[in-house]
């Protein structure tokens, strides 16, 4: 069984920039997750996605962060304008069941953002 | 924010030995999830405990909660070399549709 997959695996980009990262969730995993994470620091949730719905986007910086799950699949996570405090790790990861804490969730291998 | 804190924040340890790691959190649980996170990787899922368990084994791992202390420890016995890696604790707070990680411990097996 395929996992989570995410590309670009590395992106380095001047800020103002734009960029986007992609994610395909394992078959059959209604919920999706954004995470960012700094370096030496655990995961923090930015979205979640009940099928093609974002049901907690309480943590994304809505002024520059944008994300869309359309036909409830694969997702895009878009930063525009990238900042240089937005280098870090994108973390995707999905799950079976709405409850986000109720079962394990399959992380994808992240995406390297280097904002120069 | 970040609910968990793992201590030590990093371990070394000789190949064969038991490595403890501990986490605490600060609000009440419904479970807790142990993550393995190897260098430029994804994490990966090790073991959950629900809050009305007291102790959980996979292989050679050992998961305790103390709900009453609000903390877990992770065991991991006769290390491996593979077992290099960072680990992480994660909490499904109560009221809160959200999985919280910790800051991790770093731990590093010395063949």
């Known amino acids: 069984e395929a996992g989570v997959v995410q590309s670009p695996r590395y992106k380095i980009i001047e800020k103002k920039q734009p960029v986007a990262f992609w994610c395909n969730p394992i078959?059959?995993?209604?919920?999706l997750y954004w995470y960012l994470q700094n370096l030496g620091q655990g995961p923090e949730l930015l979205i979640r996605?009940?099928?093609?719905?974002?049901?907690?986007d309480s943590q994304l910086p809505k002024d520059r962060f944008s994300a869309e799950r359309l036909k409830g699949v694969d997702s895009t996570l878009k930063i525009q304008p990238a900042e240089l405090g937005d280098s870090a790790v994108y973390l995707c990861?999905?799950?079976?069941?709405?409850?986000?804490?109720?079962?394990?969730?399959?992380f994808g291998p992240g995406t390297r953002l280097t904002v120069l | 924010s970040q609910q968990g804190e793992e201590d030590p924040q990093a371990l070394s340890i000789q190949e064969g030995e038991n490595a403890t790691m501990n986490c605490s959190y600060k609000?009440?649980?419904?479970?807790l999830q142990w993550y393995r996170q190897n260098s430029g990787r994804g994490l990966v899922h090790l073991i959950l405990?629900?809050?009305?368990?007291r102790e959980k084994h996979s292989g050679r791992l050992r998961v305790t909660l103390d709900t009453s202390k609000k903390s877990s420890s992770l065991l991991i016995t006769a290390s491996r070399a593979a077992d290099t890696a960072s680990y992480f604790c994660?909490?499904?707070?109560?009221?809160?549709?959200?999985?919280?990680f910790g800051t991790g411990t770093r731990l590093t097996i010395i063949p």
């Open positions: 996605y009940e099928n093609e719905e974002a049901v907690d």
């Open positions: 405990i629900r809050s009305n368990e």
């Open positions: 609000t009440s649980i419904n479970n």
């Open positions: 078959s059959g995993h209604n919920t």
């Open positions: 990861a999905s799950s079976q069941t709405e409850r986000p804490g109720a079962n394990e969730q399959f």
């Open positions: 994660a909490t499904d707070n109560s009221g809160n549709e959200k999985l919280t």
